[in-house]
């Protein structure tokens, strides 16, 4: 898709349906900004009621035109679209921007379906198409606009550049984040502002911008994601080229989620969900718009810090608190230098100060020749900092640039904090700068903003680049595809589906009288719990229908009575399919492994600690299946509890190595599920102390679309 879009990005003719001079009107500005912005292909303005319009030609309809254009602007009606498009199909145009409005942002039945009959006409003909209700693209490499934004009124004012921006929204892209771009020295690429998209969507503009040569960072704002798989496909293709994703994903809130769907009729998908899949997929989350091209700045320059060490120096110390507090909160550490650094800066600083990281050099420093840039080269390579942050307040030209100079030899990121001005020369400015290349930040916390998330992208990327872990052995797909087409699933049937990927539970047997029940138990060889096997009881305990803890044969005797008795008075139709005679597993620590279906991902692996916890504390990590040892070892370390499993106030330690491996197997179930509409959950999987593994104590399985089966 992202070498088919070429020509929509860049025609070699355009044509514009609702073509006007009325600077009033939408099809007026666009025509406007089509012609000012330099493109240099045949303009085909189209109005049957027109000669010209802007002093261009203008035709009565697309059969007039003497060629084919490779991209059509329609501004019409919305009950006149459809027509237009069937005109495109006759004449053999590939590529349309539907700029108009009234489809499926009204949510209502009659704008989704006048929608899906765009879709339906473009198919039919051939033709992709942008929108609708969208406000355009803007191509800075290849001087091509079809947009109505002011944000470029007056031409192609701004150098093309490295960054891409790519929206729904068409102020929040063009205005919020493009326009305020370029003020702050950054070039742009290509931006698109795609509206409802109702055919081509939002993750064709990203590959795009991932593929295209002259983009370093793709930064999106995103109030929907059609496609979870094809967005693993495309954040993985940015991964592969080393390029970094910077996205706003509204619907953090449920006002938010409220306001997207409302906006563009979108669906958005649980948010935790979503937040944990970005991270996983090196996509870099961030909330609001000057977060978006503040990273860029730093993150187009290609330097990937080794770790999340910091240094700092300035001749203002308290820019250097502000910095070393701001960057705790992040993630970043400010480490000591080596005695080697430490010996090499010592003749280099005052008497009165020391080389403590951040780095004080004080106002002694003040017009001392070199110093700053000495200083700076020695701390930059000392082996424990993997990003160097220099600090300028009002400093002249020549300190300016040489620092600058410094930072753009580095081989580690090195933005630049400049909270001042230059003190010799006007004409050097922040934006000056970047538009030169450096990354430069008036205030610490959009600098060290920056920082975290360029380390966060590294480590990213080298884990991106280890090999993918294999599929744990011992498993038997086969066998729990024939489980899967079963039409209810008790207790007993999860249990079997999660032995097919190496998750056992103690010692059970599923008995039909006392006296079976009493062997069992015996044969067990301890305290045993009971629990009626019902496809009509998700809520056996609810129904009385569980007995704990019972040891010897009359009191297995009455238990089994009793839990018999209890599920007959609590549902007297439920169908009793014998009695679960279990193995008591005592001693370690409950947790929770499940797999949800996400409206966005599909299947999605959620870990957390079991029983009452979970519903209580929400303390739940979650990832896209499968998962590796590295990434099951991650997710439990999100957790706010995980400190319980490395045992606390003389409790045993559990066995990690053995959850870990359960995580990855179960992973393997979730992945192997696909689009079935399948949830299931273990909850509690007891964690035995150190050496004596895991054991699934309760599972369930839940077909979508009916009620809860096997739950306790």
């Known amino acids: 898709m992202a070498h088919a879009l070429t020509r929509f990005f860049a025609p070699r003719s355009v044509a514009f349906i609702g073509a006007t001079e009325d600077l009033g009107k939408f099809g007026g500005r666009c025509m406007r900004q089509l012609i000012d912005f330099g493109y240099g292909g ?103 606009a079809l947009t109505s934004t002011g944000a470029i009124t007056g031409g192609a004012l701004r150098p093309a550049g490295d960054v891409a921006v790519v929206s729904q929204s068409g102020g929040a892209g063009q205005v919020n984040t493009m326009w305020r771009a370029q003020e702050a020295g950054l070039g742009i690429s290509v931006q698109v502002s795609c509206g409802n998209d109702a055919d081509l969507d939002l993750l064709d503009y990203v590959e795009f911008a991932v593929e295209h040569p002259q983009t370093k960072v793709v930064l999106v704002l995103a109030e929907r994601i059609a496609s979870g798989a094809r967005l693993r496909q495309v954040a993985a293709r940015a991964a592969a080229r080393r390029k970094p994703i910077v996205m706003i994903k509204f619907g953090r809130t449920e006002a938010g989620s409220r306001a997207a769907a409302s906006h563009t009729g979108a669906i958005t998908g649980a948010d935790a969900v979503f937040e944990a899949a970005a991270r996983q997929l090196g996509l870099l989350r961030v909330e609001d718009c000057p977060e978006l091209y503040e990273a860029a700045m730093l993150l187009r320059q290609g330097r990937h810090p080794a770790g999340t060490g910091v240094a700092a120096l ?121 538009a030169a290349g450096h990354a430069v930040y008036r205030d610490p916390l959009p600098c060290l903003r920056a920082v975290a998330l360029a380390a966060r992208h590294a480590a990213f990327l080298r884990r991106f680049a280890e090999p993918a872990a294999p599929r744990p052995a011992g498993m038997d797909q086969a066998r729990a595809a024939t489980l899967l087409r079963a039409e209810r699933f008790t207790e007993v049937e999860a249990r079997a589906l999660l032995a097919c990927y190496g998750l056992h539970g103690p010692a059970e047997a599923l008995v039909a009288d006392a006296a079976a029940a009493q062997r069992a138990a015996a044969g067990m060889g301890g305290a045993v719990a009971l629990k009626v096997a019902s496809p009509d009881l998700p809520h056996k305990t609810e129904a009385g229908a569980v007995k704990l803890g019972l040891l010897g044969e009359a009191a297995v005797a009455a238990g089994y009575a009793e839990v018999l008795a209890n599920a007959r008075a609590y549902r007297p139709d439920a169908r009793l399919e014998g009695v679960l005679v279990q193995e008591m597993v005592t001693g370690g620590q409950e947790m929770l492994l499940g797999i949800t279906q996400d409206a966005t991902f599909g299947p999605v692996l959620a870990v957390g600690f079991g029983g009452i916890l979970v519903e209580v504390l929400k303390d739940v990590a979650f990832r896209l299946p499968p998962v590796s040892p590295a990434e099951a070892e991650a997710m439990l370390r999100e957790l706010r509890l995980f400190p319980l499993l490395q045992g606390v106030r003389g409790a045993p330690a559990s066995d990690l190595p053995a959850l870990v491996a359960a995580i990855c197997r179960f992973s393997w179930l979730a992945a192997d599920l696909g689009e079935a509409p399948f949830e299931v959950e273990v909850n509690p999987l007891i964690v035995l102390p150190q050496g004596r593994g895991v054991r699934v104590v309760d599972a369930l399985v839940v077909r979508r679309g009916q009620s809860v089966i096997g739950a306790d």
């Open 42 to 144: 045949a303009i085909y303005p189209i109005n049957p009621k027109r000669d010209q319009v802007f002093g261009q030609r203008c035709y009565p309809s697309l059969a007039a035109l003497p060629e084919a254009p490779d991209h059509v602007g329609i501004v019409l009606p919305g009950p006149a679209v459809v027509g237009a498009l069937v005109e495109c199909g006759g004449r053999g145009v590939p590529f349309a921007t539907v700029f108009s409005a009234g489809f499926g942002e009204q949510g209502t039945e009659a704008g989704r379906a006048a929608q899906a009959q765009l879709v339906a006409t473009a198919r039919a003909h051939g033709i992709r198409f942008m929108g609708p209700n969208c406000n355009g693209l803007i191509n800075f490499t290849d001087s091509f």
């Open 314 to 434: 300035s001749i203002s110390g308290g820019n250097l608190v502000l910095l070393a507090e701001t960057g705790a909160g992040l993630g970043l550490h400010f480490p000591g230098y080596t005695a080697e650094t430490t010996a090499k800066l010592q003749p280099l600083l005052p008497g009165f100060t020391g080389t403590a990281n951040p780095t004080d050099l004080s106002a002694g420093a003040i017009g001392a020749k070199d110093l700053f840039g000495q200083a700076t080269r020695l701390i930059r390579d000392d082996p424990g900092v993997d990003t160097m942050v220099p600090v300028l307040t009002i400093a002249p030209a020549a300190d300016i640039r040489a620092t600058c100079a410094l930072a753009a030899e580095s081989a580690k990121p090195m933005p630049v904090l400049w909270s001042g001005k230059c003190s010799d020369d006007a004409g050097i400015t922040p934006a000056a700068l970047v």
